[in-house]
């Protein structure tokens, strides 16, 4: 079977490269560079990307050997149908290692075509590095490699970039510029640099959002058979996709992507729809995890096809989840439809003990903020909020599941267990843990020991049971 080749996806040659991007991973590969062949598809774009290998050590070289092709395999539900198909991306023009190729990178900056800087450099990626100066070829960090190419560009006398970043932070694109502008400063780069970054160049910030599972290693020999040639660089993903950008409204026109049929939503706020993706799509993942856990279920999936689960998370978006965001309750809904859609997605095999990595932190960040509203607008306690908190702890004692966690984390946790009496209250009073003191929260410990003691008792899914029937945990 031959290797994956222009010998059999053609490319067309003619098209320029108009976006420079960071980040070369499995979910840029099926996110931006599948947009870009969509939008290419309908003769929208006519662009291709250049793509910056932001690590030393990545897939470039792998990318080459494909002559820059690879397939993505959507598969799952939308709109009720199952979906499973596959398409050979032809939007990627090359890609350059800086760490190999320091010159090929800066002469991204002659590039007259280039409009767009689009990344995705882990988390992790949008910090700022003290030790990278601009004679570094290349520096460490991915701002300040930005940065050296964006002086680059200045020096050239050209127009600036639209750079939307889309690491998972919030407020992503004004982090960058900061740190951009930092380094400017730091280097000593001059007044005129620092009015042109700050005139002609746009940082927007961005949310995004698909379902990314890569490369499909168990069923990969099976794959290669069904497309009839060899692929080491195929990419499953979900159907779904949302990119929000907060930036200006001309860029509608020069990323026709709305236009193309693909859900992107320009806009001047993107802050709803960051809290909309955190609450209702994050937060139930968290909300699920330790009590379906406990009742000894595995996937997403599982939890979705689970009668008294199904009930559960059904629950947990009508009646405490969507009642207190600022979206209008008609786009909730259908937000959350497509949300348990993608849950039940036979494709995915979404294990929850890979979800329950670092659970508090992200009980803080996911479900704390909407707990305390639904506190403060209803004067009670949300009953399934409160009984996934207290399954939380629970399951970090230690003794049921094994938590993945950072070791201080889980001693907090473990230490106050050693006094079952007082476990709870110990263990909701540590700022360290969620930010503030949850025991000035009216009724709230005491809810989390009954609810702790029903499940010790008669077990998680009694509790499940008994919500979803409308009454209030008893032991």
């Not at 820059?68 to 539900?77: D, H």
Request: charged share 25%; glycine share 4%.
């Amino acid at each position: 079977m031959n290797q994956l080749s222009a010998a059999i996806a053609e490319k067309d040659q003619t098209l320029p490269t108009k976006v420079i991007q960071f980040g070369e991973g499995n979910f840029m590969r099926a996110f931006i560079d599948w947009q870009l062949q969509q939008m290419n598809k309908q003769r929208l774009f006519n662009g291709k990307a250049a793509i910056v290998q932001p690590l030393s050590q990545g897939l470039g070289n792998l990318m080459k050997e494909q002559d820059y092709l690879y397939t993505v395999i959507l598969e799952g539900l939308m709109d009720g149908e199952v979906i499973n198909e596959s398409e050979i991306i032809t939007s990627v023009e090359t890609v350059i290692n800086p760490y190999e190729d320091w010159e090929a990178y800066l002469a991204l900056a002659e590039n007259d075509a280039a409009e767009f800087i689009i990344s995705n450099t882990t988390e992790a990626g949008i910090q700022y590095n003290p030790k990278d100066t601009l004679e570094n070829a290349p520096q460490q960090s991915f701002p300040a490699k930005l940065t050296a190419l964006l002086y680059k560009r200045f020096q050239l006398n050209k127009t600036g970039f639209t750079i939307i970043p889309c690491e998972l932070i919030d407020r992503n694109g004004e982090r960058l510029r900061e740190i951009v502008l930092t380094y400017a400063n730091d280097w000593q780069l001059g007044d005129d640099f620092i009015d042109w970054l700050k005139t002609k160049n746009t940082f927007c910030c961005s949310l995004v959002d698909r379902i990314v599972p890569g490369y499909p290693r168990e069923t990969a020999e099976e794959l290669n058979e069904k497309h009839g040639y060899m692929d080491k660089l195929m990419v499953k993903a979900e159907p779904f996709l949302l990119w929000v950008i907060e930036g200006p409204e001309k860029l509608k026109d020069s990323l026709p992507l709305e236009k193309a049929g693909l859900n992107v939503i320009v806009t001047s706020d993107m802050t709803p729809y960051r809290e909309r993706k955190v609450h209702l799509l994050n937060g139930p993942h968290t909300a699920m995890v330790p009590l379906a856990m406990l009742a000894e279920l595995d996937t997403v999936e599982s939890v979705m096809t689970d009668k008294d689960f199904q009930r559960f998370v059904d629950n947990l978006f009508k009646d405490e989840l969507i009642p207190v965001l600022s979206l209008p309750e008609e786009e909730l809904v259908e937000y959350s439809e497509q949300i348990k859609e993608r849950f039940l997605n036979p494709f995915a095999n979404h294990q929850l003990s890979a979800i329950s990595l670092n659970s508090v932190s992200k009980f803080q960040a996911r479900l704390l903020p909407v707990f305390l509203q639904y506190v403060k607008k209803m004067q009670t306690l949300p009953s399934y909020m409160t009984a996934a908190l207290a399954a939380l702890i629970l399951s970090y004692r230690g003794d049921r599941i094994t938590p993945q966690d950072d070791a201080e984390v889980i001693s907090v946790i473990q230490s106050a267990w050693n006094q079952p009496e007082t476990a709870v209250s110990s263990i909701l009073s540590q700022e360290t843990l969620w930010g503030q003191d949850l025991t000035t929260v009216p009724g709230l410990v005491s809810q989390v020991e009954t609810n702790c003691a029903m499940i010790e008792k008669h077990g998680a899914r009694a509790l499940i049971q008994n919500l979803n029937n409308g009454g209030l945990p008893h032991d």
